[in-house]
């Protein structure tokens, strides 16, 4: 890859930007100056030294956020705040070109993966792949076993075929885990509503292998993920 690329993408400047950081003499490849932009280097291996900071190249980069309540799961909204500005406002260095994996409510919180691997988030979101989602639900009031049994084994949506089957973990009182692996809009909202009863709060704790630890990442916080770390196969 071109050196001038490889500095955009690195997100140390714009072309123009790295250009003149390139003339200055400020740019190291493997410990070398390098002033001409169109040097080739291999992104894999090449460590850039910037100002005494060292970069490498990744062209995947994958993050978790809790998602709060109150934006909209997209990259840019013209008139609302968006999970991705909660997100770039922390992490402004992030690479561009990130996007939340698959959709949260408004109003729903909990974990959201964001990535550039378009790959990745087609298969977590593929249905075919069946990848589980759980969620902690806050309810209007009890479930009875017939509820919890016609919420396993699937209910009626109003999308023509019922529910495909779902795993409910419930011990009383007025809140349970869900866990599906389809992914229709206000699919759990819909779901507790075909048995009379109405979602006040609804968390994502689990998405495939990702498990939301909140001690560690409380509400509005985001980690980095090492891609070895989860895959979607
Ligand atoms: N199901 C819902 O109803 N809302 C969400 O945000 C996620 C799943």
Redesign the pocket.
């Known amino acids: 890859m071109r050196l001038d690329k490889l500095l955009v993408e690195l997100n140390i400047g714009t072309r123009s930007e790295v250009k003149a950081l390139l003339k200055k003499g400020l740019i190291f490849v493997d410990g070398e100056k390098i002033v001409k932009p169109e040097t080739k280097v291999d992104e894999n291996t090449a460590v850039i030294t910037y100002q005494g900071r060292k970069y490498t190249y990744q062209k995947f980069h994958y993050y978790v956020i809790n998602k709060p309540k109150g934006v909209i799961t997209a990259t840019e909204d013209a008139h609302e705040r968006t999970v991705m500005d909660v997100f770039y406002s922390q992490c402004p260095d992030a690479p561009k070109g990130l996007a939340p994996v698959g959709?949260?409510?408004k109003d729903?919180t909990g974990l959201l993966l964001i990535t550039n691997d378009g790959q990745l988030a087609h298969d977590m979101l593929s249905p075919k792949k069946h990848v589980d989602k759980t969620?902690y639900v806050e309810l209007d009031g009890e479930l009875s076993s017939e509820d919890v049994s016609a919420l396993e084994s699937g209910v009626h949506i109003g999308e023509g075929d019922l529910t495909e089957p779902a795993t409910v973990k419930y011990e009383g009182g007025k809140s349970c885990y869900i866990t599906i692996h389809e992914g229709k809009f206000?699919?759990?909202?819909?779901m507790f509503f075909a048995v009379g009863r109405q979602?006040l709060e609804?968390k994502?704790t689990a998405f495939g292998p990702l498990t939301l630890d909140e001690e560690k990442l409380p509400e509005g916080h985001f980690t980095t993920l090492n891609p070895e770390s989860f895959s979607c196969k």
């Open positions: 959709r949260l409510d729903t969620y206000h699919q759990v909202k819909r979602v609804l994502r």
